[in-house]
């Protein structure tokens, strides 16, 4: 999961062991699988975990403002900047498409501190 996405740097929560690692955007590619869905493969944890976070296909979510939710706009930035940087799988060109920047108004009330889930941690659902 993406804990949060400052400037060229993400830091990235692997599923497996938990381990927090900084991720460099720069490496990054996004993938077309068909016209609605986008993902990005993130690098291999140390653990050897591998994970993708997928772009959402701009469905309200049912509970905005929960971690859910915020980690899902975040990873919808980090789709759309890496579209933005031209990071696209071969064939994903219409990537652009799909992958829009956040809606300002997304932007400053869920993020005005900053592209960062917040530190509490709700229990897993
Ligand atoms: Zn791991």
Same mark, same amino acid.
């Given at each position: 999961? $993406? #804990? @949060? $996405?400052?400037?060229?740097? +993400? $830091? +990235?929560?692997?599923?497996?062991?938990?381990? %927090?690692?900084?991720? =460099? /955007? +720069?490496?990054?590619?996004?993938?077309?699988? =068909? &016209? !609605?869905? +986008?993902?990005?493969?993130? *690098? %291999?944890?140390?653990?050897? %975990?591998? #994970?993708?976070? $997928?772009?959402?296909?701009?469905? #309200?979510?049912? /509970? *905005?403002?929960?971690? @859910?939710? /915020?980690?899902?706009?975040?990873? =919808?930035?980090?789709?759309?900047?890496?579209?933005?940087?031209?990071?696209?799988?071969?064939?994903? !060109? !219409?990537?652009?498409?799909?992958?829009? *920047?956040? %809606? &300002?108004? =997304?932007?400053?009330?869920?993020?005005? &501190?900053?592209? @960062?889930? *917040? !530190?509490?941690?709700?229990?897993?659902?």
């Amino acid at each position: 999961m $993406i #804990e @949060s $996405i400052e400037g060229t740097r +993400a $830091i +990235a929560r692997c599923a497996v062991c938990e381990q %927090a690692r900084e991720v =460099d /955007l +720069a490496g990054l590619v996004v993938r077309l699988l =068909d &016209k !609605d869905t +986008a993902l990005v493969a993130l *690098p %291999a944890c140390s653990c050897g %975990a591998v #994970e993708y976070v $997928i772009r959402a296909d701009g469905r #309200e979510h049912p /509970l *905005p403002g929960s971690r @859910s939710h /915020l980690h899902q706009l975040l990873v =919808d930035h980090l789709h759309a900047e890496l579209v933005e940087r031209k990071q696209l799988a071969p064939g994903s !060109d !219409d990537a652009a498409k799909l992958c829009v *920047p956040l %809606a &300002k108004e =997304d932007r400053e009330r869920w993020f005005s &501190k900053g592209l @960062s889930l *917040p !530190d509490r941690v709700e229990p897993r659902t």
